[in-house]
């Protein structure tokens, strides 16, 4: 892998930490993230690997707390903004350890004010690391509507303010299923990329699972969350046995099942199980059972295979021991 591939996977996976601790800090998320964009500039004009700096993150909320700082400064006529930015100079640039704010950036880009055909394709953008130009293949939209559409969305959330924090209950179950889109719409473009020369893009299917793990972790009682975790995980695990030497595409039926990750095959299933006995069966449940079915069986089905029935669909594995 070329430096420069190196440090491009290492800013994709860092600015979106960066966002949501410049949006927590200032409460614009517009202008947070025209701030981030001007740090990951100066980031891939400057850093060279191996001498990258010492602390990544902290340097790229630096560099960006001075953007904002500087553009808060330049508009006189807004003097709260010019004692909020003084105000910043208090605070360490060194993010909190341990604070992750990713989930909290994830539903503010899902606000109630938006419609999910702008919030998703904002969460993307902003969460994802994904271009305007790959959000448009993905929405099969021309680059200029989707850049308008982005557009739009911000300055939406810019005139309906809120406090950078999770939503309260009633939002959060508004907001949703517009976030369970989002991590379904982010995994599946870390599966099969719309662009470029490599058929997936893993650091993007990972952050996806990472996300989708906290939303379970603060709401484990809502079974569609850990229909949607159970479905990327069972996914997931066949991700070593599904491209050959040359990165090309090996079908669900060729594919080397010892080589798949079995214990993300196991909590996958135990996902799915728990969430199918509290009887709220949603899409991505759904979506997961059958995924646990395949990835549970010892072979691929086949009419003329020696454990499975064309007409009874039997296979070494039953749907049932997933209720």
């Not at 964009?37 to 001075?66: C, F, M, N, Y």
Request: hydrophobic share 40%.
């Amino acid at each position: 892998m070329s430096d420069k591939q190196t440090i491009e996977g290492l800013l994709r996976e860092l600015a979106p930490q960066a966002l949501a601790v410049l949006a927590r800090r200032s409460g614009s998320f517009a202008d947070a993230e025209d701030a981030v964009q001007e740090a990951l500039i100066k980031a891939h004009q400057t850093w060279r690997d191996p001498d990258l700096p010492e602390r990544p993150l902290a340097w790229l909320v630096r560099v960006a707390s001075r953007q904002l700082i500087g553009h808060y400064r330049s508009d006189s006529a807004r003097r709260r903004r010019e004692y909020l930015a003084a105000s910043w100079q208090q605070v360490t640039d060194e993010p909190v350890p341990g604070r992750d704010d990713s989930l909290t950036l994830l539903f503010m880009c899902c606000h109630d004010a938006l419609t999910p055909a702008a919030a998703i394709p904002l969460t993307l953008r902003a969460l994802g690391g994904l271009t305007t130009r790959e959000l448009a293949d993905a929405f099969l939209v021309k680059e200029a509507t989707m850049a308008q559409r982005i557009s739009r969305a911000k300055a939406t959330i810019r005139a309906a303010p809120e406090p950078f924090a999770l939503p309260t209950a009633d939002a959060y179950d508004r907001r949703l299923r517009s976030v369970l889109h989002v991590l379904y719409l982010m995994f599946n473009e870390g599966h099969v990329a719309t662009r470029g020369a490599e058929l997936g893009r893993p650091d993007l299917a990972v952050e996806a699972i990472r996300l989708t793990r906290m939303a379970h972790a603060l709401r484990p009682d809502e079974p569609e969350i850990a229909g949607l975790l159970g479905l990327l995980l069972l996914t997931e695990a066949r991700r070593p046995a599904r491209t050959g030497p040359h990165g090309e595409l090996i079908p669900l039926d060729e594919q080397d099942r010892s080589r798949w990750d079995h214990a993300l095959i196991r909590e996958g299933v135990a996902l799915v199980t728990a969430a199918l006995r509290r009887h709220r069966t949603g899409p991505y449940q759904l979506q997961a059972a059958i995924a646990a079915v395949h990835d549970q069986a010892s072979n691929y089905p086949t009419p003329t295979g020696p454990k499975s029935h064309p007409c009874t669909g039997r296979s070494s594995v039953s749907p049932q021991t997933l209720l």
